[in-house]
Nanobody, 131 residues
Framework: QLELVQSGGGLVQPGGSLRLSCAAS????????IGWFRQAPGKEREGVAC????????YYRDSVKGRFTISRDNAKNTAYLQMNNLEPEDAAVYYC????????????????????????WGKGTQVTVSS
């Protein structure tokens, strides 16, 4: 059974950086597509960055391109979201997700923000961007 445990997050000033981690157990994460989603108060949940299984094509929503990087460390069975040059608009609860979906592209995964679509869904971590 796939379990995802998130860490990282917190308070950072605009322009700062944070790294979110998502440690998987129960499966080999390399075989799974992974994604990061976020939800700000009063807003819909949205896909931020996704990576398909294996070699892993990636997809980023336009607002984070060039600032965020999704990656995975197969030896640690962990996915990461490196967030640089953070903006107040990036403040939200961030969730990691994973599922075995070899026919899905990274983009199509990021368009599915419903946790029911995934066999693994993290509990979320708060990211606050404020001076």
């Amino acid at each position: 059974q796939l379990e995802l445990v998130q860490s990282g997050g917190g308070l950072v000033q605009p322009g700062g950086s944070l790294r979110l981690s998502c440690a998987a157990s129960g499966v080999t994460l390399d075989h799974y597509a992974i994604g990061w989603f976020r939800q700000a108060p009063g807003k819909e949940r949205e896909g931020v960055a996704c990576m398909s299984s294996g070699v892993g094509s990636t997809y980023y929503r336009d607002s984070v391109k060039g600032r965020f990087t999704i990656s995975r460390d197969n030896a640690k069975n962990t996915a990461y979201l490196q967030m640089n040059n953070l903006e107040p608009e990036d403040a939200a609860v961030y969730y990691c997700a994973a599922d075995w979906m070899p026919s899905y592209t990274a983009r199509s995964m990021c368009l599915m923000a419903d946790e029911k679509e995934y066999s693994g869904w993290g509990k979320g971590t708060q990211v606050t961007v404020s001076s």
